[in-house]
């Protein structure tokens, strides 16, 4: 029971919200939501992208990838701010800090877990599609 309420520490719903929900408004003013779902679809094993779609896609994992950076740290600086501004008692303030901390702690988890994997695929793949124009 410890390791459940230890997890919960973890889990805070509007630091994901103040992430994610930037996050995605950035991305959706560079790509449509058809382009996101191909750039995943590009980086899965099974699927044979064209030249042109590993390219989009990995366009795409680099703009998430900073994206994610960028929200993060622009959180975490308002989350400070804010702070800043509270006289209040110290529970009030770690609160209000954890909540700053967890918004950087989901972007590098994002980051690690979502970008790098799938950047990663991409830039194989278009290695090898690289390396067989070559060789063809």
């Known amino acids: 029971m410890a390791l459940v309420d230890g997890f919960m520490y973890f889990f805070d719903l509007p630091s994901i919200a103040l992430l994610l929900v930037p996050v995605f408004l950035v991305m959706l003013s560079h790509f449509s939501p058809a382009e996101m779902a191909g750039a995943f679809r590009s980086a899965m094993a099974g699927y044979a992208a064209t030249g042109k779609e590993l390219s989009d896609s990995l366009l ?13 740290a622009l959180g975490f600086l308002t989350g400070l701010i804010v702070l800043a501004g509270i006289e209040s008692d110290a529970a009030t303030f770690r609160n209000g800090l954890g909540v700053a901390l967890l918004v950087v702690y989901y972007a590098a988890a994002m980051v690690m877990l979502v970008t790098l994997p799938f950047k990663s695929a991409v830039k194989k793949k278009l290695n090898a599609a690289r390396d067989q124009a070559v060789f063809d």
């Open 60 to 72: 795409f994992f680099k703009t998430l990838q900073k994206a994610l950076l960028v929200v993060s």
